[in-house]
């Protein structure tokens, strides 16, 4: 029964939704509303248990004195900190505290970590357009066609390659490209159904 | 030339004269602008493949629509309870189009509601900048939700036909038929990399991305998770499981524990193992980065959803000297997998992956029917090709999903 209950309510669950999906009648609206709102209670709830887990490991840092703990230190001030500058008595989501912590700390800090993606997208073009083989040559080529054609001083060069460009993105790049996003669609398919049939079980904690 | 001047005022005046007669009469200040030709056939239909809460109404345009000083600038499209009023408006269109989608909602608290089952007339007003003219009042009409959508046959055909496919395909593996399917690196490298692991003495660390525990891909990295997992308590390597969602990390948790439970070693489980970390982006990329540069894994496993932060991820993963092995469903971020790692699964070969390690005649007889489905997408795409170039070009439109 321990199996058999969760696997019958994915089933149900399961046929539902597919069901749903070709019934626009406004019961079958509610209904999928509803089941989306149970998503977000389960989903409020399962927070608790993340938050749990997240101070019991740095606790455990800190009281086992593990390599680095410091840093579970200013990860728990940080966690609670945020937490409490929000709640009622110290004036809420609109406090001064808060709104400072947020804007001052957490967005300059966040906008710094997408920023280096611009260091790391050079690292990895560097190796990537390093021409090894043959075929790592063609995507050098290929790159520098699509990255040049942003160039303003080409001159009289700038058409052919900004039109060498629009044909490699429009023609051969999107032909892969959708042939990926079908094979991801074949593939959601499968395993959504997998998944109905009980076939794959990996959810459960058991194959 | 007195006489001469004369005949002149009065050939002019009698021209002046003829060309006004030709004119539409100005509208003298005070008295009413002669009206334009008002819209016709005004007709009025339930919005089809929907909740309800919606009507379309469709009109033949007036005869002044882009014509004569009449011009019409605009239709207004009115609404009532009675074919007598009042008419409130609904919409307004541009000249020239003669087709509105009166759409409200389903909230009776809003003003914007629409009621089902519920009799309404509509009439289509032309406007000029000077005068309108009202059509004939249309209706009763009553908007209705249906309970089949229409427009998505070709959907259901797909489906339908894809179920058998897989179904067939399982059946036929389940009698012991050989199903072939191709070796792909990413996978058997998977071993290789826990070897690595167990021989250096380092972590592996599994990273899902972003994912909720609702999406295809992380459901299907759940199933990896378990392989892995078994896998590392076979070889006592630990494992190490960051995660951004804590449903995830709480299905994450039994998965392991599970595998660790099956492979004969439940007392090496530690829970902390799979631990959440947050669920802001980039605080969970510095998290994930902070521990690869202290932790140093041997082995790192992208698989899930990702989004922004793969380059991010896989980047520092490759400067910490990891054997990297990524899986996502996200075609914009592969290329950045493809560069930075090892190993990329591309696409579907993520939900392929639990049967490729598990050789399970259930789960390769699934695989089987999505290598019959993308044959018969590529014999259809290439007849498409075809009744395109050879004047036939309605036959892409038995395919086109309408809404």
Same mark, same amino acid.
């Given at each position: 029964m321990k199996k058999e209950i969760p696997l019958l309510i994915v089933l149900i669950c399961g046929l539902f939704m597919a069901i749903q999906f070709f019934v626009p009648n406004?019961?079958?609206?509610?209904?999928?509303?509803?089941?989306?709102?149970?998503?977000?209670?389960?989903?409020?709830?399962?927070?608790?248990?993340g938050i749990w887990s997240f101070t019991k490991v740095s606790y455990d840092k800190i009281s086992r004195r593990s390599e680095n703990w410091p840093y579970a230190v200013v990860a728990l001030i940080g966690l609670f900190g945020m937490i409490f500058s929000g709640f009622g008595f110290f004036g809420g989501m609109e406090s001064y505290m808060y709104k400072h912590l947020f804007q001052f700390i957490v967005v300059p800090i966040q906008a710094t970590m997408f920023a280096l993606l611009a260091f790391f997208i050079t690292s990895a073009a560097y190796r990537a357009f390093r021409a090894?083989?043959?075929?790592?040559?063609?995507?050098?080529?290929?790159?520098? $066609?699509?990255?040049?054609?942003?160039?303003?001083?080409?001159?009289?060069?700038?058409?052919?390659?900004?039109?060498?460009?629009?044909?490699?993105?429009?023609?051969?790049?999107?032909?892969?490209?959708?042939?990926?996003?079908?094979? $991801?669609?074949?593939?959601?398919?499968?395993?959504?159904?997998?998944?109905?049939?009980?076939?794959?079980?990996?959810?459960?904690?058991?194959? | 030339m007195i006489r001469q001047i004369v005949w002149l005022f009065l050939l002019a005046l009698l021209l002046a004269v003829c060309v006004q007669a030709q004119e539409p009469p100005a509208a003298a200040p005070g008295m009413p602008a002669a009206p334009p030709?008002?819209?016709?056939?005004?007709?009025?239909?339930?919005?089809?493949?929907?909740?309800?809460?919606?009507?379309?109404?469709?009109?033949?345009?007036?005869?002044?629509?882009?014509?004569? @000083? @009449?011009?019409?600038?605009?239709?207004?499209?009115? @609404?009532?309870?009675?074919?007598?009023?009042?008419?409130t408006e609904r919409g307004v269109v541009g000249l020239g189009t003669s087709l509105y989608s009166d759409k409200g909602t389903d909230e009776e608290s809003d003003p914007n509601y629409f009621q089902n089952h519920k009799d309404f007339y509509y009439k289509v007003v032309a406007v000029t900048?000077?005068?309108?003219?009202?059509?004939?009042?249309?209706?009763?009409?009553?908007a209705y939700g249906q309970w089949y959508n229409v427009g998505r046959t070709p959907v259901l055909i797909a489906v339908l036909i894809f179920t058998f496919l897989t179904l067939f395909f399982i059946r036929q593996a389940k009698r012991g038929a050989y199903l072939y399917v191709?070796?792909?690196?990413?996978?058997?490298?998977?071993?290789?990399?826990?070897?690595?692991?167990?021989?250096?003495?380092?972590?592996?660390l599994y990273v899902f991305g972003l994912g909720t525990a609702s999406d295809i891909a992380t459901i299907a990295s759940f199933t990896i998770l378990g392989r892995v997992a078994k896998k590392v308590a076979e070889y006592q390597t630990s494992l190490i499981v960051p995660c951004y969602d804590p449903i995830v990390m709480t299905v994450a948790?039994?998965?392991?524990?599970?595998?660790?439970?099956?492979?004969?070693?439940?007392?090496?489980?530690?829970?902390?193992?799979?631990?959440?970390?947050?669920?802001?982006?980039?605080?969970?990329?510095?998290?994930?980065?902070?521990?690869?540069? @202290?932790?140093r894994p041997a082995t790192n496993l992208y698989l899930g959803k990702f989004y922004a932060e793969s380059l991010l991820l896989a980047e520092t993963g490759a400067l910490a000297?990891?054997?990297?092995?990524?899986?996502?469903?996200?075609?914009?971020?592969?290329?950045?997998?493809?560069v930075a790692c090892d190993y990329t699964l591309i696409g579907e070969e993520l939900y392929a992956a639990s049967a490729y390690l598990g050789r399970e005649p259930l789960l390769l007889g699934s695989l089987k029917a999505q290598d019959w489905a993308k044959a018969a997408i590529i014999i259809l795409a290439i007849f498409g090709f075809l009744a395109a170039t050879f004047g036939w070009p309605e036959f892409v439109s038995y395919f086109r999903v309408t809404n």
């Open positions: 406004e019961a079958s609206q509610f209904l999928y509303r509803y089941a989306l709102d149970w998503v977000i209670v389960i989903g409020v709830f399962a927070l608790a248990l090894r083989s043959a075929l790592a040559t063609v995507l050098l080529a290929t790159a520098l $066609i699509v990255m040049l054609r942003f160039n303003p001083f080409l001159g009289p060069l700038g058409d052919p390659i900004g039109a060498a460009a629009s044909w490699i993105l429009n023609v051969p790049n999107m032909a892969a490209k959708r042939a990926i996003v079908i094979g $991801i669609g074949l593939g959601m398919v499968a395993t959504a159904l997998k998944v109905i049939l009980g076939i794959e079980r990996g959810y459960m904690g058991k194959d | 030709s008002p819209p016709t056939n005004v007709v009025v239909k339930d919005a089809p493949d929907d909740a309800g809460h919606a009507v379309i109404v469709s009109w033949t345009l007036s005869a002044d629509d882009g014509a004569g @000083r @009449r011009n019409i600038i605009t239709y207004r499209i009115l @609404r009532a309870e009675t074919p007598a009023g009042p008419f900048t000077a005068s309108e003219a009202e059509s004939a009042v249309a209706g009763p009409i009553q191709r070796p792909l690196a990413g996978i058997e490298a998977v071993d290789e990399a826990i070897g690595r692991a167990t021989e250096m003495g380092k972590p592996i948790q039994e998965t392991v524990r599970t595998a660790y439970l099956d492979a004969g070693r439940p007392d090496s489980y530690r829970e902390d193992s799979v631990y959440f970390v947050t669920q802001a982006q980039f605080a969970y990329v510095a998290a994930v980065n902070g521990t690869m540069l @202290r932790e000297g990891s054997i990297q092995i990524a899986g996502t469903d996200e075609p914009t971020q592969i290329p950045f997998f493809v």
